[in-house]
């Protein structure tokens, strides 16, 4: 298989210009919560600056109501010293009159201050003023006759109820002043309490609603978070047990940064799912070439064990030319005294020449066939290494797809690794069986060029013993240079059965190396079969 797998990332599709994507929705979640928080401290700051406003104005009012308290309670001072002194005539008791002339102005001068935003106060005041002026004029002229014409003169002054009259005046006015403070205390001690109500129902309320509408965003954005990314985690947990569906995808329809996070993951599932298919394909066709090789070698083994058994019987065959040769050379000695046993030598070697010749050739065609099936099995051995690149092709785009997958594809990478692993090892066993045929095809040359030989060789006896069985009848003329030939003739066999003897060895030195080479194609069944294993715990 040539062709690899495509890593490049898709093109990502085109997304709406708006879109509620999970950063959006947080920060949507955050100002919700933010204007409800900013909404519930405005409020809470008016109300509070409007409770603060109303103590100040309550405190206000209680000073106005104690100013007015401070120049009544002055006044009474004021008459207890000056009937103090009416009755005792003693000065020291003129002092609590003397501080309340001035205590009395300080206070209506405090509260003229205190009510100058109510201009019905300031009325009242200025109806006041003129009246505590006189009930003081009342009572230093009392205090002035007293001084001059005695206590009954003053006592009849104080009697005269004029005094009284105006302080009632006094009180009527003050009264007043107070009535209209009260009001405005109570007015205010109201406005108060409702600003305060309102405070804690705005603080409890939106409190309660700032808390449900929290828990509410929080818990829709959890869910729309942690339910797809839940979902991605499973199928990669699958993925990396090495049990992963590869044919199911996740949903990738949302337009925020889990949906494309959900198409890069679906992506990456069609990547790996291709890859492991490719991978299975692999397998599968290095396990049909390593099927393949393994019966080729059981035939190169069959048929080299027969040119084995067959180079036995060439040199079984020329062990026997040397014999009747040597037997010839013999005879030769006695050639005189029985020329047709000489004959019947003759027309046995040249028998045994024509056995060998027909040996030669077979074991010759026998060795050609050997040498072809070495050239067959190399280009098994090529298309086997070819398959071995791709799977160690395949297995590191399967490492850079994991690589790429970070933590959750270590578990495929690992997969990929024992890949890679099998691969690399099929390819040594090429190697080896590359190398073994190649001493398989030097043997064969070898054991060709000495089967040449031989047959060349045993030509030659044959045309010897031709030469010797047209001679018969002048052999007794030739016997000296007959015996030279048959003599030649034994050397050449002897040399004949060597070669037939190395062929022989070659041959079986032949079986043993197919044997290695058939046991390496079945270790390229196994690691194929295994490879197949692994792909097939996945679902494409």
């Known amino acids: 298989m040539s062709s690899t797998l495509s890593t490049s990332p898709a093109p990502t599709p085109h997304q709406p210009r708006w879109t509620w994507t999970v950063g959006r929705r947080l920060v949507a979640g955050y100002a919700v919560a933010l204007v409800l928080m900013t909404g519930i401290g405005v409020v809470s700051f008016v109300n509070t600056q409007a409770l603060v406003t109303s103590s100040g104005w309550v405190e206000h ?61 300031q009325d009242r005041l200025t109806e006041l003023e003129p009246l505590v002026a006189a009930k003081f004029a009342e009572m230093q002229e009392t205090i002035d006759v007293r001084d001059s014409q005695g206590f009954e003169a003053a006592r009849a002054i104080v009697v005269s109820d004029e005094g009284k009259a105006v302080m009632d005046q006094i009180r009527g006015v003050l009264e007043d002043v107070r009535a209209d403070e009260q009001a ?37 954005l959890t869910r729309s978070i942690t339910r797809p990314i839940g979902e991605l985690t499973a199928r990669l947990r699958e993925i990396a047990d090495g049990d992963g569906d590869l044919t199911q995808q996740v949903d990738d329809s949302r337009r925020d940064e889990i949906g494309a996070l959900a198409a890069v993951f679906n992506r990456f599932v069609a990547n790996i799912a291709a890859l492991v298919r490719q991978i299975g394909e692999t397998a599968g066709t290095s396990s049909a070439a390593a099927q393949e090789l393994s019966a080729i070698t059981a035939e190169m083994s069959r048929q080299s064990a027969e040119a084995a058994h067959q180079a036995a019987a060439a040199a079984a065959a020329a062990e ?3 014999s009747n040769v040597q037997t010839v050379a013999a005879a030769s000695e006695q050639m005189g005294a029985s020329i047709q046993e000489i004959a019947r030598s003759a027309s046995d070697a040249n028998a045994a020449g024509h056995t060998a010749v027909a040996s030669t050739d077979e074991a010759n065609a026998t060795i050609t066939r050997l040498g072809d099936s070495s050239a067959a099995i190399g280009g098994v051995v090529a298309l086997i290494n070819t398959i071995a690149q791709q799977t160690n092709l395949l297995a590191l785009n399967a490492t850079i797809e994991a690589a790429r997958a970070g933590e959750a594809g270590k578990g495929f990478a690992v997969v990929a690794g024992e890949v890679k692993e099998l691969a690399q090892e099929t390819a040594r066993a090429t190697e080896e069986i590359t190398a073994r045929i190649t001493q398989i095809q030097a043997d064969v040359d070898v054991a060709v060029a000495a ?6 060789v045993i030509g030659q006896v044959n045309d010897h013993q031709s030469s010797i069985a047209g001679s018969v009848e002048e052999q007794s003329a030739t016997t000296s240079e007959m015996s030279n030939t048959i003599a030649e003739a034994a050397v050449g066999a002897t040399t004949i059965a060597d070669n037939v003897r190395s062929i022989a060895d070659n041959a079986q030195y032949t079986v043993g190396h197919i044997d290695q080479i058939r046991s390496s194609a079945d270790e390229v069944a196994r690691n194929s079969h295994e490879l ?9």
């Open 61 to 121: 009012t209680h000073e106005v109501l104690g100013e007015t308290d401070a120049i009544l309670s002055s006044l009474k001072d004021a008459e207890t010293g000056q009937r103090g002194y009416l009755i005792t005539g003693v000065d020291s008791y003129l002092a609590p009159y003397t501080a309340a002339r001035e205590e009395v102005q300080d206070h209506l001068d405090a509260v003229r201050g205190l009510t100058s935003d109510n201009p019905v106060q």
């Open 184 to 220: 405005l205390l109570e007015q205010r001690a109201q406005e108060s309490a409702a600003a305060a109500g309102a405070t804690k129902a705005v603080v409890v309320g939106g409190s309660a609603l700032a808390v449900v509408v929290v828990v509410a965003l929080a818990t829709f």
């Open 320 to 322: 026997q030319v040397s």
């Open 451 to 456: 089967i040449s030989t031989t047959t060349h």
């Open 532 to 540: 197949d294993a692994l792909v097939g715990r996945f679902r494409v």
